[in-house]
């Protein structure tokens, strides 16, 4: 079993930063893909950023790129996601999810999840 635990949403206005971090509990952290997905009211979950088991390869959603910057300290068992430039279009909660042995960018394909953090971001 794997607890996920997000930090560090919040308010912020646009243009600014904020980096929500997602410690887990678990001794194999390395042993687990970690992606970052988000969901406005109402909506399905959708994918934000993944990062491979020892971080060397990343992937984003197109609304990511450039903006915002997974990533992982496996001595830690945590995972970041830095966002830059924020627009009000992402306000919304962010969850962070655990897939073992497996980096994906589908929510099917992850096997634990947080409870979610809330990034709000004002015009």
């Known amino acids: 079993q794997v607890q996920l635990v997000e930090s560090g949403g919040g308010s912020v206005q646009a243009g600014g930063s904020l980096r929500v971090s997602c410690a887990a509990s678990?001794?194999?952290?390395?042993?687990?893909?970690m992606g970052w997905f988000r969901q406005y009211p109402g909506k399905e979950r959708e994918f934000v950023a993944a990062?491979?088991?020892?971080?060397?390869?990343?992937y984003y959603a197109d609304s990511a790129k450039g903006r915002f910057t997974i990533s992982r300290d496996n001595a830690k068992n945590t995972v970041y996601l830095q966002m830059n430039s924020l627009k009000p279009e992402d306000t919304a909660v962010y969850y962070c999810?655990?897939?073992?042995?497996?980096?994906?960018?589908?929510?099917?394909?992850?096997?634990?999840w947080g409870q979610g953090t809330q990034v709000t971001v004002s015009s």
């Open positions: 999810a655990a897939s073992l042995y497996r980096t994906a960018t589908t929510i099917g394909a992850y096997d634990y």
């Open positions: 990062i491979n088991l020892s971080g060397t390869k990343t």
């Open positions: 678990v001794r194999t952290f390395s042993s687990y893909g």
